[in-house]
């Protein structure tokens, strides 16, 4: 079993940054794909950015596209969400999330492929 905990979320401005970072403990952390949502209030939880177990191949969703970029460092255990360019709708709880990856370089885009989710942090973004 993995755990997720994850930190770098806040308050900040529109226009301003903020990196998320998703540290993982448990099992070897490059035997997973990880995966991005966030759920804003009175929303579905939607999907933010993918990334495959090696780093290798990545996709990012069309509200993000050019401004977030996940990443991964498989020797500390972590992965993270660079974010640029924050808009006030881009304000949501931020999860992180993993899912089992042997082989492949595919990226999971649906929640329901994920094994494992972290707590989630608020992220809010003033105009």
């Known amino acids: 079993q993995v755990q997720l905990v994850e930190s770098g979320g806040g308050l900040v401005q529109a226009g301003g940054s903020l990196r998320r970072s998703c540290a993982a403990s448990?099992?070897?952390?490059?035997?997973?794909?990880m995966g991005w949502f966030r759920q804003a209030p009175g929303k579905e939880r939607e999907f933010v950015a993918a990334i495959s177990w090696s780093g290798g191949n990545t996709f990012h969703g069309m509200a993000v596209q050019g401004r977030f970029t996940i990443s991964r460092d498989n020797a500390k255990n972590t992965g993270y969400l660079q974010m640029n360019g924050l808009e006030p709708e881009d304000t949501a709880v931020y999860y992180c999330?993993?899912?089992?990856?042997?082989?492949?370089?595919?990226?999971?885009?649906?929640?329901?492929?994920?094994?494992?989710w972290g707590q989630g942090t608020q992220v809010t973004v003033s105009s």
């Open positions: 448990g099992r070897t952390f490059s035997d997973y794909a």
């Open positions: 999330a993993a899912k089992a990856q042997l082989y492949g370089e595919r990226v999971y885009r649906e929640r329901s492929e994920y094994d494992y």
